[in-house]
């Protein structure tokens, strides 16, 4: 593609799903989106995402500015009914989620080692058993369910702590 092309297609592929959410019409959000949605399933399938990294990159491009679109008609729309809004934004994101994956696979592999878990002496493993544990009580509403669940975390992520350091 020439770069007027690639600014034409990023341009159409930001304002399809922000225009409606603008006037806060979800019937023409997602059949916009849905249009979207299409011209990126055409470039994902066009791009190929597995075949190689620079495919990977120019997917991970195209999807995440239509993602980046999607996103902004939901923050638009916030103040007024964002759920619907996001269902369809999350649905239609699943391609830049594929194509960030192949983009960033060799971090991936690199980053799921068992040496990473010793990093900073046990700190790691610490702070990420805790974030994990602050994942999980963000969905919980009662405080005697949070305080148990804490707690469990924290003696974990110490345990964990203790455990890696070298």
Do not use: C
């Not at 964002?82 to 696979?105: H, K, N, Q, W």
């Not at 060799?106 to 974030?131: N, Q, S």
């Amino acid at each position: 593609m020439k770069d007027w092309q690639v600014a034409g297609v990023s341009l159409v592929l930001i304002l399809l799903p922000v225009l409606p959410a603008l006037a806060n019409n979800f019937p023409a959000f997602l059949g916009a989106s849905i249009v979207g949605f299409a011209m990126v399933l055409y470039l994902f399938w066009t791009y190929k995402p597995w075949s190689g990294k620079d495919n990977a990159v120019v997917s991970l491009y195209f999807t995440g500015i239509f993602s980046f679109g999607l996103a902004l008609g939901v923050f638009f729309v916030l103040p007024l009914q964002p759920r619907l809004y996001g269902v369809v934004s999350v649905v239609e994101s699943i391609p830049f989620f594929i194509s960030f994956f192949f983009a960033t696979r060799e971090i991936w592999r690199a980053l799921f080692k068992k040496d990473i878990l010793y990093l900073a002496d046990g700190y790691f493993a610490f702070v990420l058993t805790v974030l994990i544990g602050a994942i999980i009580g963000r969905f919980l509403h009662n405080f005697y369910e949070l305080i148990v669940l804490y707690t469990g975390f924290l003696t974990m992520g110490f345990i964990l702590m203790l455990y890696f350091r070298k």
